[in-house]
């Protein structure tokens, strides 16, 4: 059975720092892409990260981009959010999920998500 | 960017009905478009990709058509457990992008 679960959240004044993390079980975590979904309270879904299964590859929006960082350790079955410069707009659930598919021969896979976690919440106030 | 709108904001259907909940994107996203399910305090449930796959466990009422631009999301025979909100993502390109959602409610 996939398992995802996110730890890591909490409350944070602005300008602050948090890592999340993501320990996932039940599938060969090395060989498919996560990402990281967050919800804002009463809002839609916001995309805020991607990784490729070997972590070598990385996306983010303009909205996170220098200010969050996600990784990988493939050994621990772990992934991770860094998130720096935290503003109060970055209020929301945090969900780490797992793309459908591992890569073909051509490195090509899907960019959507079939398992996601129970999400994190982060609160940054004052 | 492509943009995703979603619509109507709110649908009402009564139970044993059928509902079709819209996606636009802004530009072409050929047929890479997913559906997801988000019930109150859960996570979002895959239901769609690809336009019409229905993801593992995904029962037939659920049914999606669409290409380029325009996309719909079918569900019929309304049970009681379908009522929620529907979001719609494309991933055809980066950044990906959900739809603002549906939420389709009992009437």
């Known amino acids: 059975e996939v398992q995802l679960l996110e730890s890591g959240g909490g409350l944070v004044q602005p300008g602050g720092s948090l890592r999340l993390s993501c320990a996932a079980a039940?599938?060969?975590?090395?060989?498919?892409?996560m990402c990281w979904v967050r919800q804002a309270p009463g809002r839609g879904l916001e995309w805020v990260s991607a990784?490729?299964?070997?972590?070598?590859?990385?996306f983010y929006p303009d909205s996170v981009r220098g200010r969050f960082t996600i990784s990988r350790d493939n050994s621990k079955q772990t992934l991770y959010l860094q998130m720096n410069s935290l503003r109060a707009e970055d209020t929301a659930i945090y969900y780490c999920?797992?793309?459908?598919?591992?890569?073909?021969?051509?490195?090509?896979?899907?960019?959507?998500?079939?398992?996601w976690g129970q999400g994190a919440l982060v609160t940054v106030s004052s | 960017e492509i943009v995703m709108t979603q619509s109507p904001a709110t649908l009402s259907v009564s139970p044993g009905e059928r509902a079709a909940l819209s996606c636009r994107a802004s530009?072409?996203?050929?047929?890479?478009l997913a559906w997801y399910q988000q019930k109150p305090g859960q996570a979002p449930r895959l239901l769609i990709y690809?336009?019409?796959t229905r993801a593992t466990g995904i029962p037939a009422r659920f049914s999606g058509s669409g290409s380029g631009t325009e996309f719909t999301l079918t569900i019929s025979n309304l049970q009681s457990e379908d009522f929620a909100v529907y979001y719609c993502?494309?991933?055809?390109?980066?950044?990906?992008?959900f739809g603002q959602g549906t939420k389709l409610e009992i009437k």
């Open positions: 999920a797992k793309v459908i598919f591992a890569p073909d021969s051509s490195g090509y896979h899907p960019w959507n998500f079939d398992y």
């Open positions: 039940g599938f060969t975590f090395s060989s498919y892409a």
């Open positions: 990784i490729s299964a070997g972590g070598v590859g990385t």
């Open positions: 530009q072409t996203v050929y047929s890479n």
């Open positions: 690809g336009t019409s």
């Open positions: 993502q494309q991933y055809h390109n980066w950044p990906l992008l």
